[in-house]
């Protein structure tokens, strides 16, 4: 009997090649959302953001489900390249110390590029649909795990405990955020004072640990 064809379609190139123009034309549209908040400010709508483009509204409609779907998006893309800059700047560092620095001072310097587009994303993950997510928290998180993994290797580098990298990784980030929203609202001093501040007030405990191992058989 001769060999049947496999039951396996065959891919689908058109197929292919729809789903890629439709993912590179919703982020051309989410660079659109964008464009429209840098242009008029967080508290744009769909009459903005049309205006701004060019782009009727009942195109962006072909590609997402509606206002909240599209909003939501961009909250994502925009989260998404902070964490990407984020870590990239600690990445960058050799020394402990400067990796501290450097990711602090990326996160604030990104925020306040931008902190209408900020703003917007952090009005609409908030009046978003029930159920969904935090964007900036859930992106946040992917830095915390990755200052974690860093503060840890370190700690075992020096033969340490590395039992506070979680807590000490997402702590930092967590304060970092938080002192940047508020600094964005009540700018009371310039961008390197706070980094520098925020870097003075985590590194004494980030060293207490390597500290006390340095003092314990002299406590013996």
Wanted: aromatic fraction near 8%; hydrophobic fraction near 45%.
């Amino acid at each position: 009997m001769a060999n049947q064809e496999s039951s396996e379609p065959l891919p689908d190139g058109r197929r292919d090649r729809w789903r890629a123009h439709r993912e590179a034309r919703r982020a051309d549209l989410i660079g659109a959302v964008i464009t429209a908040v840098g242009e008029r400010g967080p508290d744009v709508g769909m009459d903005d953001i049309s205006a701004v483009s060019g782009v009727a509204k009942p195109v962006f409609y072909r590609y997402f489900a509606d206002k909240t779907d599209l909003f939501l998006a961009v909250g994502r893309a925009v989260a998404e390249d902070l964490v990407q800059t984020v870590m990239a700047a600690i990445d960058s560092r050799e020394e402990p110390r400067e990796k501290l620095e450097a990711g602090i001072e990326a996160y604030v310097a990104t925020v306040e590029a931008k902190p209408d587009l900020y703003r917007f994303v952090a009005a609409h993950q908030a009046s978003g649909r029930s159920g969904s997510s935090d964007l900036m928290g859930d992106y946040a998180s992917v830095v915390g795990a990755h200052a974690s993994r860093v503060i840890g290797g370190f700690l075992r580098a020096a033969g340490l405990d590395s039992g506070a990298a979680d807590p000490w990784g997402y702590g930092v980030v967590g304060m970092a955020r938080a002192a940047t929203d508020r600094w964005l609202e009540n700018q009371s001093m310039s961008r390197a004072d706070l980094v520098r501040y925020l870097t003075d007030l985590v590194w004494p405990g980030l060293t207490s640990q390597a500290r006390r191992a340095m003092a314990a058989p002299l406590q013996r």
